[in-house]
């Protein structure tokens, strides 16, 4: 797939692009960029819709900002802003986000629900509902690890071994293909590319962002993968935070569900698709 490129909040992004019909904007999360989705893309694209995937700020060759922001708001904001770049005469998007793309996802839901008519994210429940424990914090320990000092040191050592073994980690159940991590490693390896993607977990506060603070009215399905290291249950603790219809779909896989089992997963969310479209028609 060729890379387009449009501006958005002040940056320029490169973007996959696939199909014709409905927007719907995917997000990837670490260590990971917009090629996760190619399996997405093609179902989508064979659906009916025009499947948009963005190399999220920072992320190879996306512009890396200059004022070195990677908080949620901010991402949020920059979803939002692409919508506005690439919805044209549609009036609000579909929008799917796995992991910090699910983040950013849900503050951009929250922010601008009169833009999207249907939230999906995966392997991470909405923030506002993960509760501190010993078990979380030996789970989610990468979250200290991945934003001290000389962190891109340590991710980039051995070439970037790091990285397969956070996938493995975080995708236990996985046999991890060869090469699947390849495109990951050269966009890491351009200038700045690392050290950005790191800045996403530098700038994690102890206090809940904006975005994350507020109800969600759009509504949400969240997908939970059987053998994440976050178990599918914590997604229902995460109900109180949805005004609009909140649905979670349990499907086979680690955090990656959808590189591990591309077929159930993307004929789960075609269907899930057009199971909301068919209900919003039918109201």
Known sequence: ??????????????????????LVVLLHGFPDTAYTWDATMDALAGAGYRAVAPFTRGYHPTAIPRDGKYDTDTLAT??????????????????????????????????????IRLLVTLAIPHPRSIRPSPRLAWTMRHFVTLRGKGAAARVARDDLAMVDTLVKRWSPS??????????????????????????????????LPHAHQQM????????????????????????IYFTGSYEVL????????????????????????????NAKVSA
């Open 1 to 22: 797939m060729a890379i387009k490129f449009v501006d958005a909040n002040g940056l320029r992004f490169g973007y996959l692009e696939r199909g014709t019909g409905p």
């Open 78 to 115: 920059d979803v939002l802003a692409l919508i506005d770049a690439l919805r044209g005469d549609e009036r609000d998007v579909i929008l799917v986000g796995h992991d910090w793309g699910a983040s950013a996802a849900y503050g951009a839901a929250a922010l601008g629900a009169d833009r």
């Open 174 to 207: 996985w046999t991890v293909p060869v090469g699947e991590t390849d495109r990951v490693k050269v966009a890491f390896r351009q200038p700045g590319c690392l050290d950005a993607a790191l800045g996403y977990y530098r700038a994690v506060s102890v206090r």
């Open 216 to 239: 969600i009215a759009v509504p949400t399905i969240a997908f939970a993968g059987e053998h994440d290291l976050i178990a599918p249950r914590s997604y229902e603790k995460a109900r």
């Open 250 to 277: 349990q499907v086979p896989g680690g955090h990656f569900m959808h590189r591990e089992h591309p077929a159930i997963f993307t004929n789960e969310l075609v269907r899930a698709l057009r199971d909301h479209d």
